[in-house]
């Protein structure tokens, strides 16, 4: 790696980077055109050596494979094989070094919610994906579900407040049947970023009760999340409800995120509030909108 992915990797400047290489604290070869490079065993002893950032040594003998996977991620944009790593990790019961690795993300990435989020959903999805083909037992499953729960907990409440509230609220949950609750404790990460009040109503929530904590907070936001695939009379029911209380249209924005039926996104993009989102890019790229709007 070149000596500002180092940088990258250690929270430091460059030239802080090429001075320890220089007094010969950290390990470095020179390429034929007199460039340093950096290989990821030279930059683990460093960090074991230092013994900073000591969180991640917390990852034991798996560092040396961490710090190769942000290599990758930062010269090529790939997050593949960090996914990896933190699924096996997990599967392999090794709590500290999958919460070594996610806070150090965070202090690579503070606030960024479009670079660790990707990596969370595509974590879930690999572990979803390893249990439908019976790779993994339901008490796996489960097991690690939390762990990627625990995650964007832990996310949330490391969220760099914003310098000020926006004065909005946003309802954020998951619909009727919907048990797993990822995607939408990623949305509420969203919102807070961007200065919102969020009041979070958590998993298979009724119907009924998104209309009513709309009512009761005043939202300005109400966002849906739904991950199992639904049918046409499923989100009936749910829309319905929500349009019952407002006999005028809707007095909030409404966001329907994920697997909705056709029926559901058709709806939603004849009206003028509500609006079918199908990834966290669409989400984000919709919220910053309302935000430029308002300057």
């Given at each position: 790696?070149?000596?500002?992915?180092?940088?990258?990797?250690?929270?430091?400047?460059?030239?802080?980077?090429?001075r320890f290489c220089a007094l010969g604290e950290l390990g470095?070869?020179?390429?034929?055109?007199?460039?340093?490079?950096?290989?990821?065993?030279?930059?683990?002893?460093?960090?074991?050596?230092?013994?900073?950032?000591?969180?991640?040594?917390?990852?034991?003998?798996?560092?040396?494979?961490?710090?190769?996977?942000?290599?990758?991620?930062?010269?090529?944009?790939?997050?593949?094989?960090?996914?990896?790593?933190?699924?096996?990790?997990?599967?392999?019961?090794?709590?500290?070094?999958?919460?070594?690795?996610?806070?150090?993300?965070?202090?690579?990435?503070?606030?960024?919610?479009?670079?660790?989020?990707?990596?969370?959903?595509?974590?879930?999805?690999?572990?979803?994906?390893?249990?439908?083909?019976?790779?993994?037992?339901?008490?796996?499953?489960?097991?690690?579900?939390?762990?990627?729960?625990?995650?964007?907990?832990?996310?949330?409440?490391?969220?760099?407040?914003?310098?000020?509230?926006?004065?909005?609220?946003?309802?954020?949950?998951?619909?009727?049947?919907?048990?797993?609750?990822?995607?939408?404790?990623?949305?509420?990460?969203?919102?807070?970023?961007?200065?919102?009040?969020?009041?979070?109503?958590?998993?298979?929530?009724?119907?009924?009760?998104?209309?009513?904590?709309?009512?009761?907070?005043?939202?300005?936001?109400?966002?849906?999340?739904?991950?199992?695939?639904?049918?046409?009379?499923?989100?009936?029911?749910?829309?319905?409800?929500?349009?019952?209380?407002?006999?005028?249209?809707?007095?909030?924005?409404?966001?329907?995120?994920?697997?909705?039926?056709?029926?559901?996104?058709?709806?939603?993009?004849?009206?003028?509030?509500?609006?079918?989102?199908?990834?966290?890019?669409?989400?984000?790229?919709?919220?910053?909108?309302?935000?430029?709007?308002?300057?």
């Amino acid at each position: 790696m070149t000596t500002k992915t180092a940088a990258h990797i250690l929270q430091i400047h460059p030239s802080s980077v090429k001075r320890f290489c220089a007094l010969g604290e950290l390990g470095s070869d020179v390429t034929s055109g007199g460039h340093r490079r950096i290989h990821a065993h030279h930059l683990a002893a460093f960090i074991e050596k230092r013994q900073d950032p000591l969180f991640l040594l917390g990852l034991h003998s798996a560092l040396e494979q961490y710090v190769d996977c942000l290599r990758i991620y930062f010269e090529r944009h790939d997050s593949d094989e960090l996914v990896e790593l933190l699924f096996d990790l997990a599967f392999e019961g090794k709590d500290d070094g999958f919460f070594a690795a996610v806070q150090h993300l965070m202090k690579l990435f503070p606030g960024q919610i479009l670079v660790y989020g990707p990596i969370l959903m595509s974590l879930l999805r690999h572990v979803e994906r390893d249990y439908e083909r019976q790779d993994l037992t339901i008490a796996d499953e489960h097991r690690i579900s939390q762990l990627i729960r625990d995650a964007c907990i832990l996310c949330y409440f490391d969220l760099p407040s914003p310098a000020k509230s926006n004065g909005q609220t946003a309802i954020v949950g998951c619909a009727q049947r919907d048990t797993h609750d990822i995607s939408a404790l990623i949305t509420r990460i969203v919102f807070k970023s961007r200065g919102y009040e969020v009041r979070y109503l958590g998993a298979d929530v009724p119907n009924e009760d998104f209309a009513r904590e709309a009512k009761r907070w005043n939202a300005d936001v109400v966002c849906i999340s739904r991950t199992l695939p639904s049918g046409p009379g499923e989100d009936r029911n749910l829309i319905q409800s929500l349009f019952a209380t407002a006999k005028d249209g809707l007095n909030y924005e409404l966001i329907l995120g994920g697997a909705w039926s056709e029926w559901a996104q058709s709806l939603a993009k004849n009206q003028d509030k509500a609006h079918p989102v199908s990834n966290l890019y669409q989400l984000v790229n919709l919220v910053a909108s309302w935000d430029q709007e308002k300057v």
